[in-house]
């Protein structure tokens, strides 16, 4: 495409040729004639003055430069947008591999690829331009909506359901027992676990991340929420739309989680509280109380993160006079 036509497809200004045919995108270290780069400070254009690239993606108020730009006002979504224009999934034509174990009950749409050594059992229903890839094991009677790729040895249990647009990275497991058990006399006795996952529209899940079935209702995360690898979500968790979950997470059971919720990484909830929505909580925090809409928490254990600021400097305040004292008490 040509730079005038990527201005016009992401709303820029383009100053110097917008004649220059761009190929493609890389970073400013490898752009090489015909790539389009990004830079946001002066130093990041001044890099990518000295490298190849034939454009530069850059923000409104960055001095001018002797190659073309494209001036926008969010560099980083528009780059974005560029890259999936470049980057369009193209439709695979309907393939089942020959070492795929499909049911005869199975229910598909049209353009769905299944790699080899999948598992695919009685009832299932899927959605059109779905991919599955190798190893892979859906259990019976799940939903597998619309424009869904499963990677590699990916298992859903019975039941779950997965709206349009959901991705799942490798050894993601969907649906597996939540833990809960009641103890009586000495002994442990599992509790029923009746509920299923329901992923809506346009989420994606990470790497190793586990997600519970609900034990009476069901668990739910909600449209858009994106989910880090080696995160663990209990059963009868519900996640507003949009959430950012980083690595590591843990949300006990029955906790419920608003729209717009961002946790860092290494943050765990305890169970049965709730989250309102546009809450952010800082890495490693340890939430054991509900959570007010709006709020931004951080420590151990969560508080308001001005509360946190002000106890750590009260502590380093402490620290340094307590050395003070005990050099005074040496003399």
């Known amino acids: 495409m040509k730079i005038k036509e990527l201005a016009e497809l992401i709303e820029g200004q383009v100053e110097g040729s917008g004649d220059i045919d761009i190929k493609g995108l890389s970073g400013i270290d490898k752009a090489k004639s015909g790539d389009l780069t990004f830079a946001i400070d002066e130093d990041r254009l001044a890099g990518a003055e000295k490298s190849n690239a034939s454009c530069i993606l850059t923000n409104r108020t960055i001095r001018k430069s002797s190659k073309a730009l494209i001036r926008v006002t969010n560099p980083k979504l528009s780059f974005l947008i560029i890259y999936n224009t470049f980057n369009a999934p193209k439709d695979r034509e309907s393939f089942i591999h020959p070492m795929a174990t ?55 249990y019975d039941n779950t359901e997965l709206q349009k647009n959901v991705t799942l990275h490798s050894g993601a497991v969907i649906g597996s027992d939540g833990f809960g058990y009641v103890k009586d006399k000495g002994k442990i006795y599992k509790f029923p676990q009746l509920g299923k996952v329901i992923i809506e529209d346009d989420v994606e899940i990470g790497a190793n991340t586990t997600i519970d079935r609900g034990s009476l209702s069901d668990t739910v995360i909600g449209a858009g929420s994106k989910i880090d690898n080696l995160c663990q979500i209990a059963h009868n968790v ?9 690595a590591q997470c843990g949300i006990s059971g029955g906790t419920i989680i608003g729209d717009n919720v961002t946790m860092g990484g290494k943050v765990g909830i305890a169970d049965n509280l709730m989250i309102g929505d546009d809450v952010t909580m800082g890495a490693a925090s340890v ?5 007010k809409k709006g709020s931004v928490v951080w420590g151990y254990p969560a508080r308001s993160i001005a509360h946190t600021k002000r106890q750590m400097a009260i502590l380093s305040r402490l620290t340094k006079n307590s050395r003070k004292a005990n050099s005074l008490g040496k003399r």
């Open 102 to 156: 499909v049911s005869d009950s199975v229910t598909m749409g049209k353009n769905v690829w299944i790699g080899p050594n999948v598992s695919i059992e009685e009832g299932v229903k899927i959605g059109d331009h779905v991919i599955i890839e190798s190893n892979s094991s859906i259990k019976k009677n799940c939903k597998i909506g619309s424009f869904c790729r499963i990677y590699p040895n990916v298992t859903l």
């Open 238 to 246: 519900k996640i507003g739309k949009n959430g950012l979950i980083a």
């Open 287 to 291: 939430v054991i109380g509900s959570i």
